[in-house]
């Protein structure tokens, strides 16, 4: 079977831009959540989705939102990006049971 | 709130010794995970520990934990370089759809 995927791998923004990350699940999986990891903060919960609806969101701001589409794949969004937006974000996906499994992640750099 | 605490954060040690990582948290967790991360590198899951007393082994690691402690331990025996890693703990609840994290224990093996 094949691994979460994630595209791009990498990223290079301007501050105020906006960036779209994508996240395909292992197939079958309905969950996908996304997590942000920086050194400062470590890793911190952005979201989670399940059959399309966002279950729980974590302490980001408003700039920060997602969906998840009819086949599972998911996708975040940063609008007016800032510098502290640097990061990892990783997205992991899961089956029915509590067990998540992480994609590569997206480096993104906000210059 | 469920939060987690990983000590010590930083561990260098020799080959061939033996050294346990600790984990601690706040409040009742359904789920203890532990995962390794290695530079650059996305999440592998090692071990998921389900209930009080439960032990799982995979190789020279082993996970415990003790719930009514709050406590899970993730030991290294024998150490070798291979195993350098920076090594997570996270906890979850079944309401709230989120991995909440360890700071992470940066673990350094030198032969």
């Known amino acids: 079977k094949a691994g979460v995927t994630q595209t791009p791998r990498y990223l290079i923004k301007t501050r105020g831009q906006q960036v779209t990350l994508s996240c395909s699940p292992i197939?079958?999986?309905?969950?996908v959540s996304w997590y942000q990891q920086t050194p400062g903060q470590g890793l911190q919960f952005l979201f989670e989705y399940f059959s399309e609806t966002q279950r729980n969101k974590g302490n980001f701001p408003g700039r920060f939102s997602g969906r998840q589409f009819s086949n599972s794949r998911s996708e975040m969004n940063v609008s007016t990006l800032e510098l502290g937006d640097s990061a990892l974000y990783l997205c992991?996906?899961?089956?029915?049971?509590?067990?998540?499994?992480f994609g590569p992640g997206t480096r993104l750099t906000v210059t | 709130e469920l939060k987690v605490e990983q000590n010590p954060l930083f561990l260098s040690m020799q080959e061939g010794k033996n050294y346990t990582i600790y984990c601690n948290y706040s409040?009742?967790?359904?789920?203890l995970y532990w995962y390794r991360q290695d530079p650059g590198k996305s999440l592998e899951s090692l071990f998921v520990l389900l209930s009080n007393g439960a032990v799982k082994q995979e190789g020279r690691l082993m996970a415990s934990l003790d719930t009514k402690a709050r406590l899970s331990t993730l030991h290294i025996t024998a150490a070798v370089h291979d195993l350098s890693a920076t090594y997570f703990c996270a906890g979850d609840m079944d309401s709230n759809y989120q991995l909440i994290w360890g700071a992470g224990t940066k673990l350094i093996i030198k032969p």
């Open positions: 197939s079958g999986h309905r969950s």
């Open positions: 409040t009742t967790s359904d789920r």
């Open positions: 992991a996906s899961s089956p029915l049971t509590y067990e998540q499994y």
